[in-house]
Protein backbone atom coordinates (compact mmCIF):
# COMPACT_ATOMS: atom_id res chain seq x y z
CA UNK A 1 0.00 0.00 0.00
CA UNK A 2 1.66 3.43 -1.28
CA UNK A 3 2.15 5.53 2.06
CA UNK A 4 0.84 8.18 0.93
CA UNK A 5 -2.95 6.82 1.94
CA UNK A 6 -1.69 7.62 5.47
CA UNK A 7 -2.49 11.14 5.38
CA UNK A 8 -5.93 10.85 4.02
CA UNK A 9 -7.21 7.18 5.28
CA UNK A 10 -7.24 7.41 9.23
CA UNK A 11 -8.04 3.54 9.01
CA UNK A 12 -4.29 3.11 7.47
CA UNK A 13 -2.31 0.64 9.36
CA UNK A 14 0.03 1.76 11.93
CA UNK A 15 3.83 0.60 12.30
CA UNK A 16 3.90 -1.13 15.53
CA UNK A 17 6.73 -1.50 18.28
CA UNK A 18 7.13 -3.05 21.69
CA UNK A 19 5.36 -1.63 24.66
CA UNK A 20 8.42 -0.26 25.93
CA UNK A 21 9.37 1.81 23.06
CA UNK A 22 9.87 5.78 24.01
CA UNK A 23 7.85 8.07 21.96
CA UNK A 24 9.58 11.72 21.98
CA UNK A 25 9.66 15.05 20.30
CA UNK A 26 12.82 16.82 20.06
CA UNK A 27 13.28 21.18 20.28
CA UNK A 28 16.64 22.76 21.30
CA UNK A 29 17.08 26.16 23.71
CA UNK A 30 18.41 28.44 21.13
CA UNK A 31 15.44 27.36 18.88
CA UNK A 32 12.62 28.27 20.81
CA UNK A 33 13.36 29.94 24.23
CA UNK A 34 13.93 33.65 23.21
CA UNK A 35 14.66 35.49 26.38
CA UNK A 36 18.70 36.26 25.13
CA UNK A 37 19.70 37.60 28.68
CA UNK A 38 16.82 37.23 30.97
CA UNK A 39 17.61 36.09 34.73
CA UNK A 40 21.20 36.67 34.09
CA UNK A 41 21.57 34.81 31.32
CA UNK A 42 25.20 35.60 29.30
CA UNK A 43 25.41 35.33 25.72
CA UNK A 44 26.30 32.68 23.41
CA UNK A 45 27.48 32.45 19.65
CA UNK A 46 24.22 32.55 18.55
CA UNK A 47 22.97 35.84 20.07
CA UNK A 48 26.35 37.33 18.30
CA UNK A 49 26.01 35.53 15.16
CA UNK A 50 22.11 36.54 14.50
CA UNK A 51 23.75 39.79 14.47
CA UNK A 52 26.02 39.47 11.77
CA UNK A 53 24.55 41.54 8.56
CA UNK A 54 23.86 38.90 6.16
CA UNK A 55 24.16 35.29 8.61
CA UNK A 56 20.79 34.84 8.97
CA UNK A 57 18.08 34.93 6.13
CA UNK A 58 15.86 38.34 6.55
CA UNK A 59 18.05 39.50 9.92
CA UNK A 60 16.01 36.98 12.10
CA UNK A 61 17.18 36.28 15.19
CA UNK A 62 16.38 33.80 18.13
CA UNK A 63 15.53 37.12 20.72
CA UNK A 64 11.72 35.97 21.30
CA UNK A 65 11.92 32.41 18.64
CA UNK A 66 8.77 30.57 20.01
CA UNK A 67 8.99 32.74 23.67
CA UNK A 68 9.09 29.46 25.04
CA UNK A 69 11.14 30.59 28.65
CA UNK A 70 7.82 32.43 29.75
CA UNK A 71 5.46 29.46 28.10
CA UNK A 72 6.71 26.80 29.54
CA UNK A 73 3.93 25.44 31.07
CA UNK A 74 1.68 25.67 27.98
CA UNK A 75 4.07 23.55 25.38
CA UNK A 76 4.00 21.21 28.63
CA UNK A 77 0.27 20.66 28.22
CA UNK A 78 0.85 20.32 24.43
CA UNK A 79 3.02 17.12 25.25
CA UNK A 80 0.94 15.82 27.88
CA UNK A 81 -2.23 16.21 25.01
CA UNK A 82 -0.14 14.37 22.44
CA UNK A 83 0.88 11.66 24.56
CA UNK A 84 4.76 11.64 24.72
CA UNK A 85 6.64 9.50 26.98
CA UNK A 86 9.70 11.54 26.61
CA UNK A 87 11.14 15.09 25.56
CA UNK A 88 14.32 16.08 24.37
CA UNK A 89 15.23 19.42 24.74
CA UNK A 90 18.60 21.02 25.42
CA UNK A 91 20.13 23.43 28.15
CA UNK A 92 21.57 26.66 27.45
CA UNK A 93 24.82 26.39 28.77
CA UNK A 94 24.84 30.23 29.21
CA UNK A 95 21.99 30.40 30.92
CA UNK A 96 23.53 27.72 33.85
CA UNK A 97 27.35 29.62 33.63
CA UNK A 98 26.88 32.83 31.92
CA UNK A 99 30.77 33.05 31.25
CA UNK A 100 31.07 29.30 30.54
CA UNK A 101 33.04 28.51 33.82
CA UNK A 102 32.88 29.69 37.11
CA UNK A 103 30.38 31.44 38.14
CA UNK A 104 26.76 29.81 38.22
CA UNK A 105 23.56 31.37 37.64
CA UNK A 106 20.48 29.81 39.70
CA UNK A 107 17.82 31.51 38.09
CA UNK A 108 19.20 29.61 34.74
CA UNK A 109 19.28 26.38 36.70
CA UNK A 110 15.81 27.16 38.38
CA UNK A 111 14.42 27.27 34.91
CA UNK A 112 15.25 23.87 34.11
CA UNK A 113 14.24 22.72 37.55
CA UNK A 114 10.77 23.96 36.76
CA UNK A 115 10.64 22.53 33.28
CA UNK A 116 11.57 19.32 34.42
CA UNK A 117 9.08 19.33 37.11
CA UNK A 118 6.62 20.07 35.02
CA UNK A 119 7.09 17.54 32.81
CA UNK A 120 7.72 15.06 35.36
CA UNK A 121 4.31 15.90 36.83
CA UNK A 122 2.66 15.20 32.98
CA UNK A 123 4.07 11.62 33.02
CA UNK A 124 6.91 12.73 30.59
CA UNK A 125 10.77 11.56 30.90
CA UNK A 126 13.06 14.94 30.64
CA UNK A 127 15.71 13.96 28.02
CA UNK A 128 18.27 17.02 28.18
CA UNK A 129 20.71 17.44 25.55
CA UNK A 130 23.67 19.48 26.97
CA UNK A 131 25.18 21.53 24.00
CA UNK A 132 22.71 22.12 21.16
CA UNK A 133 24.97 24.29 19.97
CA UNK A 134 25.32 27.74 22.00
CA UNK A 135 28.17 28.11 23.52
CA UNK A 136 28.76 30.88 25.65
CA UNK A 137 30.06 33.98 23.82
CA UNK A 138 33.03 33.77 26.93
CA UNK A 139 34.80 30.24 25.89
CA UNK A 140 34.32 31.37 22.32
CA UNK A 141 36.20 34.20 22.11
CA UNK A 142 38.90 31.94 23.98
CA UNK A 143 38.92 29.92 21.09
CA UNK A 144 35.82 28.08 21.28
CA UNK A 145 35.91 24.33 20.60
CA UNK A 146 39.05 25.01 18.63
CA UNK A 147 40.64 25.34 22.36
CA UNK A 148 41.10 21.92 24.01
CA UNK A 149 39.76 23.97 27.77
CA UNK A 150 36.31 24.12 26.22
CA UNK A 151 36.36 20.34 26.69
CA UNK A 152 37.34 20.81 30.13
CA UNK A 153 34.66 23.94 31.10
CA UNK A 154 31.86 21.22 29.30
CA UNK A 155 32.26 18.72 31.83
CA UNK A 156 32.21 21.26 34.49
CA UNK A 157 29.04 22.42 33.32
CA UNK A 158 27.89 19.25 32.61
CA UNK A 159 28.41 18.36 36.40
CA UNK A 160 26.72 21.11 37.44
CA UNK A 161 23.47 20.49 35.25
CA UNK A 162 23.89 16.96 36.71
CA UNK A 163 24.22 17.73 40.59
CA UNK A 164 21.10 20.34 40.27
CA UNK A 165 18.49 18.08 37.72
CA UNK A 166 19.99 14.46 38.47
CA UNK A 167 17.59 13.62 41.11
CA UNK A 168 15.29 13.38 39.09
CA UNK A 169 16.65 13.67 35.46
CA UNK A 170 18.46 10.09 34.35
CA UNK A 171 18.92 10.18 30.55
CA UNK A 172 21.02 12.79 29.42
CA UNK A 173 22.59 13.59 26.09
CA UNK A 174 25.96 14.74 26.02
CA UNK A 175 26.14 16.98 22.83
CA UNK A 176 23.88 17.47 19.39
CA UNK A 177 25.47 16.63 16.22
CA UNK A 178 29.33 17.08 16.93
CA UNK A 179 29.76 17.16 13.00
CA UNK A 180 27.36 19.87 11.87
CA UNK A 181 28.30 21.94 15.11
CA UNK A 182 32.00 21.24 13.06
CA UNK A 183 31.27 21.81 9.69
CA UNK A 184 28.64 24.61 9.77
CA UNK A 185 30.38 26.62 12.45
CA UNK A 186 33.69 26.56 12.17
CA UNK A 187 34.76 24.98 8.53
CA UNK A 188 32.45 26.74 6.30
CA UNK A 189 30.83 29.40 8.71
CA UNK A 190 27.71 29.48 8.28
CA UNK A 191 26.63 28.50 11.57
CA UNK A 192 27.75 30.32 14.88
CA UNK A 193 30.43 30.86 15.41
CA UNK A 194 30.38 32.01 11.75
CA UNK A 195 34.64 30.93 11.23
CA UNK A 196 35.42 29.33 7.62
CA UNK A 197 38.34 27.20 8.29
CA UNK A 198 37.96 24.40 6.40
CA UNK A 199 40.07 21.46 7.24
CA UNK A 200 41.50 23.61 10.21
CA UNK A 201 38.08 22.79 12.04
CA UNK A 202 39.07 19.50 12.31
CA UNK A 203 40.38 19.95 16.45
CA UNK A 204 36.81 20.75 16.83
CA UNK A 205 35.77 17.61 16.48
CA UNK A 206 38.21 16.32 18.92
CA UNK A 207 37.91 18.59 21.49
CA UNK A 208 33.67 18.06 21.17
CA UNK A 209 34.43 14.58 21.79
CA UNK A 210 36.85 14.61 24.42
CA UNK A 211 34.12 16.96 25.96
CA UNK A 212 31.70 14.34 26.02
CA UNK A 213 34.05 11.91 27.55
CA UNK A 214 34.86 14.10 30.24
CA UNK A 215 30.66 15.22 30.79
CA UNK A 216 29.86 11.51 30.32
CA UNK A 217 31.99 10.63 33.18
CA UNK A 218 31.10 13.81 35.49
CA UNK A 219 27.30 12.62 34.84
CA UNK A 220 27.57 9.17 35.20
CA UNK A 221 29.48 10.50 38.95
CA UNK A 222 26.76 12.44 40.19
CA UNK A 223 23.68 10.59 38.66
CA UNK A 224 23.40 7.21 39.55
CA UNK A 225 22.19 5.14 36.82
CA UNK A 226 22.25 7.76 34.69
CA UNK A 227 21.94 6.63 30.77
CA UNK A 228 24.35 8.49 28.59
CA UNK A 229 23.84 8.96 24.85
CA UNK A 230 25.51 11.36 22.07
CA UNK A 231 23.19 12.58 19.15
CA UNK A 232 25.50 12.43 15.78
CA UNK A 233 23.64 13.28 12.71
CA UNK A 234 24.40 10.11 10.50
CA UNK A 235 24.05 9.99 6.51
CA UNK A 236 24.10 6.89 4.42
CA UNK A 237 26.50 7.66 1.46
CA UNK A 238 25.60 6.91 -1.65
CA UNK A 239 26.71 7.19 -5.18
CA UNK A 240 25.06 9.50 -7.43
CA UNK A 241 24.73 6.72 -10.40
CA UNK A 242 25.69 2.65 -11.16
CA UNK A 243 28.16 4.15 -13.71
CA UNK A 244 30.54 5.51 -11.08
CA UNK A 245 33.40 5.92 -11.71
CA UNK A 246 36.90 4.81 -9.05
CA UNK A 247 36.89 8.92 -7.99
CA UNK A 248 33.35 8.78 -7.05
CA UNK A 249 33.77 5.57 -5.07
CA UNK A 250 37.20 7.35 -3.44
CA UNK A 251 34.65 10.52 -2.54
CA UNK A 252 32.67 8.76 -1.04
CA UNK A 253 34.32 6.79 1.17
CA UNK A 254 36.05 10.23 2.28
CA UNK A 255 32.52 11.68 2.61
CA UNK A 256 31.52 8.91 5.20
CA UNK A 257 34.57 8.79 7.05
CA UNK A 258 34.06 12.81 7.59
CA UNK A 259 30.53 12.93 7.99
CA UNK A 260 30.23 9.51 10.08
CA UNK A 261 33.05 8.13 10.90
CA UNK A 262 35.01 10.34 12.34
CA UNK A 263 32.17 10.78 15.17
CA UNK A 264 30.95 6.72 15.71
CA UNK A 265 34.54 5.13 15.25
CA UNK A 266 36.54 6.63 18.36
CA UNK A 267 32.93 6.70 20.31
CA UNK A 268 32.25 3.01 19.41
CA UNK A 269 35.85 1.32 18.69
CA UNK A 270 37.99 3.71 20.45
CA UNK A 271 40.04 4.68 17.20
CA UNK A 272 39.72 7.22 14.74
CA UNK A 273 39.43 6.60 10.90
CA UNK A 274 42.11 6.79 8.27
CA UNK A 275 42.43 10.71 7.49
CA UNK A 276 44.85 10.42 4.79
CA UNK A 277 42.25 11.34 2.40
CA UNK A 278 42.34 14.76 4.16
CA UNK A 279 45.95 15.14 4.29
CA UNK A 280 46.36 14.02 7.71
CA UNK A 281 48.81 11.19 8.22
CA UNK A 282 49.68 12.22 12.08
CA UNK A 283 47.84 9.50 14.59
CA UNK A 284 48.57 12.97 16.73
CA UNK A 285 47.12 15.08 14.57
CA UNK A 286 49.90 17.64 15.15
CA UNK A 287 49.46 17.10 18.71
CA UNK A 288 45.71 17.37 19.40
CA UNK A 289 44.86 13.94 19.92
CA UNK A 290 46.57 13.15 23.31
CA UNK A 291 47.34 9.95 25.35
CA UNK A 292 44.24 8.50 26.92
CA UNK A 293 41.88 11.00 25.13
CA UNK A 294 40.69 8.06 23.10
CA UNK A 295 39.83 5.63 26.52
CA UNK A 296 37.66 8.88 27.62
CA UNK A 297 36.04 9.20 24.35
CA UNK A 298 35.05 5.54 24.16
CA UNK A 299 34.00 4.71 27.45
CA UNK A 300 30.51 2.80 26.75
CA UNK A 301 27.99 4.35 25.84
CA UNK A 302 24.27 3.66 27.08
CA UNK A 303 22.89 4.50 23.83
CA UNK A 304 24.11 6.06 20.36
CA UNK A 305 21.54 9.00 19.41
CA UNK A 306 20.89 9.25 15.66
CA UNK A 307 19.90 11.98 13.64
CA UNK A 308 18.32 10.96 10.44
CA UNK A 309 17.26 13.65 7.97
CA UNK A 310 18.03 12.18 4.50
CA UNK A 311 21.22 10.59 2.32
CA UNK A 312 24.10 12.16 0.67
CA UNK A 313 25.11 11.80 -2.84
CA UNK A 314 28.29 12.09 -3.32
CA UNK A 315 30.41 12.29 -6.80
CA UNK A 316 34.28 13.15 -7.05
CA UNK A 317 35.40 16.46 -6.65
CA UNK A 318 35.20 18.19 -10.01
CA UNK A 319 38.42 20.83 -8.76
CA UNK A 320 40.36 18.91 -6.45
CA UNK A 321 42.36 21.86 -6.06
CA UNK A 322 39.05 23.39 -4.22
CA UNK A 323 40.72 21.37 -1.08
CA UNK A 324 38.16 18.58 -0.25
CA UNK A 325 37.99 15.23 -1.62
CA UNK A 326 34.67 14.87 -2.48
CA UNK A 327 31.62 17.27 -3.96
CA UNK A 328 28.01 16.93 -2.61
CA UNK A 329 25.81 16.08 -5.73
CA UNK A 330 22.01 16.14 -5.75
CA UNK A 331 20.11 12.59 -6.59
CA UNK A 332 19.62 11.40 -10.03
CA UNK A 333 16.01 10.42 -8.73
CA UNK A 334 13.60 12.46 -8.43
CA UNK A 335 12.08 11.85 -5.00
CA UNK A 336 10.07 14.17 -3.02
CA UNK A 337 11.25 17.24 -1.10
CA UNK A 338 10.66 18.99 1.60
CA UNK A 339 10.49 22.87 2.00
CA UNK A 340 13.86 23.10 2.57
CA UNK A 341 14.65 21.24 -0.53
CA UNK A 342 15.98 18.21 1.14
CA UNK A 343 14.77 14.92 -0.77
CA UNK A 344 12.32 12.32 1.41
CA UNK A 345 13.85 9.18 1.33
CA UNK A 346 12.70 6.87 4.26
CA UNK A 347 14.55 3.81 3.11
CA UNK A 348 18.04 5.51 3.51
CA UNK A 349 16.81 5.69 7.73
CA UNK A 350 17.02 1.53 6.99
CA UNK A 351 20.16 1.81 5.28
CA UNK A 352 21.98 3.92 7.55
CA UNK A 353 20.47 1.57 11.22
CA UNK A 354 21.92 -1.77 9.30
CA UNK A 355 24.55 0.08 7.93
CA UNK A 356 25.98 0.95 11.68
CA UNK A 357 25.12 -2.61 13.10
CA UNK A 358 26.96 -4.26 10.07
CA UNK A 359 30.05 -1.60 10.53
CA UNK A 360 30.12 -1.89 14.28
CA UNK A 361 28.80 -5.49 15.45
CA UNK A 362 28.10 -5.84 19.40
CA UNK A 363 30.14 -2.35 19.68
CA UNK A 364 26.78 -0.70 18.48
CA UNK A 365 25.04 0.14 21.62
CA UNK A 366 21.21 0.97 21.84
CA UNK A 367 20.18 3.12 18.72
CA UNK A 368 17.83 6.06 19.88
CA UNK A 369 16.18 8.47 16.87
CA UNK A 370 16.77 11.77 18.53
CA UNK A 371 15.77 13.68 15.26
CA UNK A 372 13.43 12.65 12.61
CA UNK A 373 10.83 14.91 10.85
CA UNK A 374 10.45 17.23 8.02
CA UNK A 375 9.76 21.00 6.84
CA UNK A 376 6.67 22.06 5.31
CA UNK A 377 4.93 24.85 3.97
CA UNK A 378 3.01 27.00 6.77
CA UNK A 379 -0.41 25.69 7.38
CA UNK A 380 -2.49 23.22 9.60
CA UNK A 381 -2.71 20.12 7.10
CA UNK A 382 0.38 18.92 7.07
CA UNK A 383 -0.27 15.47 5.08
CA UNK A 384 2.88 15.75 3.69
CA UNK A 385 4.35 15.62 6.99
CA UNK A 386 2.12 12.65 8.07
CA UNK A 387 3.63 10.70 4.89
CA UNK A 388 7.28 11.32 5.76
CA UNK A 389 6.79 10.39 9.69
CA UNK A 390 4.91 7.32 8.77
CA UNK A 391 7.37 6.48 6.04
CA UNK A 392 10.33 6.74 8.50
CA UNK A 393 8.81 4.64 11.08
CA UNK A 394 7.69 1.95 8.50
CA UNK A 395 11.58 2.36 7.75
CA UNK A 396 12.84 1.80 11.60
CA UNK A 397 10.99 -0.87 11.77
CA UNK A 398 12.07 -2.79 9.14
CA UNK A 399 15.35 -2.18 10.05
CA UNK A 400 14.68 -3.26 14.20
CA UNK A 401 13.36 -6.45 12.08
CA UNK A 402 17.06 -6.87 10.87
CA UNK A 403 18.14 -6.79 13.86
CA UNK A 404 18.90 -3.37 14.95
CA UNK A 405 18.39 -2.35 18.53
CA UNK A 406 15.94 0.74 18.55
CA UNK A 407 14.70 1.76 21.66
CA UNK A 408 12.99 5.23 21.24
CA UNK A 409 11.69 8.03 18.88
CA UNK A 410 12.19 11.96 18.80
CA UNK A 411 10.39 13.70 16.13
CA UNK A 412 12.08 16.72 15.51
CA UNK A 413 10.23 19.42 16.29
CA UNK A 414 7.73 19.75 18.77
CA UNK A 415 7.36 23.56 17.57
CA UNK A 416 7.70 25.47 14.82
CA UNK A 417 11.08 27.52 15.62
CA UNK A 418 14.10 29.13 14.48
CA UNK A 419 16.02 27.33 11.98
CA UNK A 420 19.10 28.47 12.59
CA UNK A 421 20.77 30.01 9.00
CA UNK A 422 17.08 30.02 8.09
CA UNK A 423 15.79 32.03 10.53
CA UNK A 424 11.86 31.50 10.50
CA UNK A 425 11.15 30.54 7.26
CA UNK A 426 11.16 26.42 7.44
CA UNK A 427 8.36 24.98 9.82
CA UNK A 428 9.57 21.79 11.01
CA UNK A 429 6.85 21.81 13.95
CA UNK A 430 3.64 19.18 14.95
CA UNK A 431 2.62 22.90 16.27
CA UNK A 432 2.05 26.00 13.97
CA UNK A 433 3.67 28.83 15.84
CA UNK A 434 2.85 32.16 14.86
CA UNK A 435 5.90 34.28 15.54
CA UNK A 436 3.96 37.52 15.66
CA UNK A 437 1.77 36.63 18.30
CA UNK A 438 3.38 33.61 19.70
CA UNK A 439 0.17 31.48 19.22
CA UNK A 440 0.32 27.75 19.20
CA UNK A 441 -2.09 25.72 16.93
CA UNK A 442 -1.73 21.43 16.85
CA UNK A 443 -1.56 20.74 12.99
CA UNK A 444 -3.11 17.21 11.39
CA UNK A 445 0.41 15.56 11.88
CA UNK A 446 0.10 16.46 16.27
CA UNK A 447 -3.29 14.58 15.92
CA UNK A 448 -1.74 11.97 13.72
CA UNK A 449 1.26 11.39 16.22
CA UNK A 450 -1.29 11.39 19.28
CA UNK A 451 -3.59 8.52 17.55
CA UNK A 452 -0.16 6.99 16.74
CA UNK A 453 1.37 7.19 20.21
CA UNK A 454 -2.60 6.05 21.73
CA UNK A 455 -2.19 3.15 19.26
CA UNK A 456 0.70 1.52 20.80
CA UNK A 457 -0.79 1.55 24.07
CA UNK A 458 -4.31 -0.24 23.30
C1 LIG B 1 19.60 20.05 14.24
C2 LIG B 1 18.37 20.87 14.54
C3 LIG B 1 17.81 21.42 13.24
C4 LIG B 1 17.39 20.26 12.38
C5 LIG B 1 16.78 20.66 11.04
C6 LIG B 1 19.47 19.18 13.03
O1 LIG B 1 20.66 19.29 12.30
O2 LIG B 1 20.00 19.32 15.37
O3 LIG B 1 18.74 21.88 15.43
O4 LIG B 1 16.77 22.30 13.44
O5 LIG B 1 18.51 19.47 12.09
O6 LIG B 1 17.70 21.33 10.25
Redo the contacts with the bound molecule.
Keep these: MPVTTRSTDPTAPLPRFPADFVWGA ?1 T ?1 SY ?1 IEGAPDEDGKGPSIWDTFVRRPGAIRDGHTGDVACDHYHRVDEDVALMRRLGLDAYRFSLAWPRVLPTGAGKVEPRGLDFYDRLVDALLAAGIEPTPTLF ?2 DLPQALEDEGGWLNRDTAHRFAEYAAVAAERLGDRVKRWITL ?2 PF ?1 HMSFGYGFGVHAPGRALLLGALPVAHHQLLGHGLAARAVREAVPGAQVLI ?1 N ?1 CTPVRLRSDAAAEGDRAAAEAYDILHNRLFNDPLLIGRYPDLSAYGMTDPTWGGVVRDGDLQTISAPLDGLGV ?1 Y ?1 NPSWITAPADPAAGLPFDLAEPEEAYERTS ?1 GWPVVPDGLTELLTGLRARYGDALPPVWIT ?1 S ?1 C ?1 QPAGLDDRARIDYLAGHLDALARAAAQGVDVRGYFT ?2 LLD ?1 F ?2 A ?1 GFH ?1 R ?1 GLVEVDFATGGRTPRASYAWYRRLIASQRS
Design positions: SAQHWNEVANNYFEGAWSNEWEQF
